[in-house]
């Protein structure tokens, strides 16, 4: 019932951009990644993402992005030693890691002659794998014991809201752009980071 329920915004968005796509002024697609914190396990790590944008006009946008994400960082445990007889700290790795897809619309905020600043909202749907496990203590000699230990999976729906400050230079441009987002697995995550991509104006918007 979630996935359904994603994919129908999703294809919503779709019918949208696909009906503003005859007036629009130009198409955008970009690669970037940077910065990205995962909030819920307070770890830092870096994302990629691929964004197609859809121009109507001199206010509206429509996108849709494909992102990834990898986050990793340690866990403290407190395990016993039947050797020494001593309780000892240590530490484990985790990695959490995610994939999500979303479109929505940005809305210029201020317009320059070849820059403009954008606010962004978005739908989105996001898989989500981790390698952190659930235990209360670790044994590790003479036997290992990972109570509760499970590799995580979910899918998730959420919404992300972008500001971004973009420079045209002729058909190409560069992007700066900072993100928080947050779903339904009480995830949330904030990015930071730069993209670069191509212009497709159409032959009317060249000609105005």
């Known amino acids: 019932m979630l996935i359904r329920s994603c994919l129908g915004v999703l294809l ?18 970009s690669l970037g990644g940077g910065f990205a914190r995962h909030g819920t396990d307070n770890v830092n790590g870096f994302f990629f993402s691929s964004t197609y944008e859809v121009r109507s006009h001199d206010k509206l946008g429509y996108t849709f992005s494909f992102t990834g994400t990898m986050h990793d960082g340690q ?3 407190l395990y016993f030693d039947d050797v020494q007889t001593t309780w000892k700290q240590g530490a484990l790795t985790f990695v959490t890691a995610g994939v999500q897809v979303n479109a929505g619309i940005s809305y210029n905020l201020l ?6 600043v954008a606010i962004g909202l978005s739908p989105l749907i996001r898989y989500q794998s981790t390698s952190n496990p659930d235990y209360a203590w670790v044994n590790f000699y003479p036997t290992t014991y990972f109570p509760g230990a499970s590799l995580k999976r979910s899918i998730s729906v959420g919404g992300i809201t972008s500001l971004n400050y973009t420079i045209d230079i002729r058909n190409f441009f560069i992007q700066a752009f900072a993100s928080i987002q947050y779903d339904t697995h009480q995830d949330a995550l904030s990015m930071l980071g730069l993209s670069m991509g191509r212009r497709f104006p159409l032959a009317k918007a060249a000609n105005n």
């Not at 968005?13 to 007036?23: D, H, K, P, Q, R």
């Not at 317009?111 to 403009?116: E, I, T």
């Open 75 to 77: 866990t403290p445990i």
């Open 12 to 29: 919503i968005v779709l019918l949208i951009v696909l009906a503003v796509n005859a007036i629009a002024q130009d198409h955008r697609l």
């Open 111 to 116: 317009k320059f002659k070849n820059s403009r």
